[in-house]
């Protein structure tokens, strides 16, 4: 007869423990386990398959309390030691400098409510996970809202670092009513995207709202409206504008959570993201900052390729703006392209690459097979648009520049990189002698982001262009306020510039003040 497991009861292998009371036992033998080692046990089985980090056991184990390592090294010694009996040797691995990971037979779980049946469990996976729930609708509206969220979860399947619930287990949810964190219990996500569609006569009205589902703290939301005409290509208009901005928020949202972590206990997806905000700054102080995180990482995983693509992006900040060293351009087209080696399905490690060969290399077209390679894997990659535009704003293709600027800012009207869109819009206006629509894109790159140097220098070209001298000497004041040891040609032989660009510019910068 099958014994009846308490509730909250892990099995695995011969083993069943207590969730409630750390009890465990094997084929129905008790084993000596004390308390301390039934909370690791408990978090490793919970996360089975994934690393725990040192920081999250210790944490487990012994709540608000200041231990040595050596403790949770002799309590994962012993919880080895209560296991071997049921054939347990082996089934906690360490991960060196990490932490580590239950790799013994499969987890499930007995829920409180259960029956005699085992209910596996749905164990939230490191990486950041995602539910996209079938968007509410009215009657007529049926086929367009399942359409769109399959390709909202098709589109962030192919985001490589996001992990995506399958439609046919996100779709038992229709027609109930959803508790985010009931979701995130019963799918095993961190975050669950739900909506609304509501048509009508030609209008049709799309809600959508991303939340925290151990919180339930809303994320990100937004309003769609738009007039009915080729029903396909509205799907698709709003599935690509809700992937597009769903990524940036996912990340913000991430860098958030890990912000909160110990350093010393993070892994190497943690350590990128850490790290990601001082590269998105653009400056080469931030960069000081976000390379010994990035070196950590690949330390960890050496064929980690947004690491490396972040490692170039960082060098290259480096290299423009804090003295044109060699030694930083060439590690930005050695992380360029290790990236592209390491990375050839990872939308934004391509993204980053191409912008560093663009930028450092000097390589318009290879940078370009990078940001094509990138959309063709994701179509929904703001910075993929974005980063283009820049390098076709300095390249003198004026227009490519703008169109690619306004796709990404239509994407991610709030990314981290929207100062740089600015800036290529500003460049591709210039190059064109509109100098009024130069100056109106440059305001907002410096609203975006004014502590980056570039935003100042578009601002003073175009001012100095339109002849309001004294405002372009105060910007050009703010440039070397940043970035000493800016001159116009070292500028423009960093990136290259197109002539008949730099001879525009360069007029515009030095009747500005700013040093040849």
Sequence with gaps: ????????????????????????????????????????????????????????????AWPGLAVEESNLTVQIAALRRALEPGGGRGWIETLPRRGYRYIGPPVTRIGANADEADHAALLVPEKPSIAVLPFEHSGEAAWFADGMVDDIITGLS????????????????RGRTAD?????????????????????????????????????????????DRTVGDIFALQDEIALAVMGAIEPSLRRAEVDRIGRKRTDSLDAYELVLRAQP??????????????????????????????????????????????????DRLASVRHARLAI???????????????????????????????????????????????????????????RAIDWSERGLRLSPFDPWA??????????????????????????????????SITWVQLAASLAALGR??????????????QPTFRISGQFAGVACAPELAAKLGKALRAAGLPE
């Design 158 to 173: 192919r985001i490589r670092w996001l992990f995506v619930i399958a439609r046919n287990s996100s779709f038992v949810w």
């Design 180 to 224: 985010v964190k009931q979701v995130g219990r019963d799918l095993g996500v961190r975050y669950v995207l739900q909506g609304t569609v509501r048509r009508a006569d030609d209008r049709v009205r799309i809600n959508a709202q991303l939340a925290d589902a151990a919180s339930g703290a809303q994320i990100w939301a937004e309003r769609y």
């Design 419 to 452: 100062f740089a869109a600015y800036d290529a819009q500003a460049l591709g206006h210039f190059c064109r002698d509109r100098h009024a629509e130069a100056a109106r894109a440059a305001y907002k790159s410096n609203l975006a982001n004014p502590a980056h």
């Design 469 to 482: 001298l004294k405002e372009a000497r105060a910007a050009a004041a703010c440039v070397l306020e940043l």
């Design 278 to 327: 001082d590269v998105d700054s653009g400056m080469p102080d931030r960069a000081a900052l976000a390379l010994p995180q990035l070196q950590r990482a690949l330390a960890f995983d050496p064929a980690y390729a947004l690491a490396h693509g972040l490692a170039a992006m960082s060098y290259h900040n480096r290299f423009l703006r804090a003295g044109l060293k060699e030694e």
């Design 1 to 60: 007869m099958t014994q009846r497991l308490p509730p909250g009861t892990y099995r695995f292998g011969s083993f069943a423990l207590d969730a409630e009371t750390g009890a465990l036992s094997c084929e129905g033998v008790p084993s000596l386990l004390g308390q301390r080692g039934a909370a690791l046990l408990r978090l490793l089985l919970e996360r089975a398959a994934s690393p725990v980090s040192k920081d999250a056991l210790i944490d487990a």
């Design 341 to 399: 080696e390491h990375g050839r399905d990872d939308a934004m490690a391509l993204t980053f690459a191409g912008f560093s060969l663009g930028m450092d290399a000097h390589d318009r077209q290879a940078a370009f097979a990078a940001f094509e390679a990138a959309l063709a894997l994701s179509p929904s990659t703001a910075l993929a648009w974005i980063l283009g535009s820049v390098v076709a704003g300095w390249v003198g293709e004026a227009e």
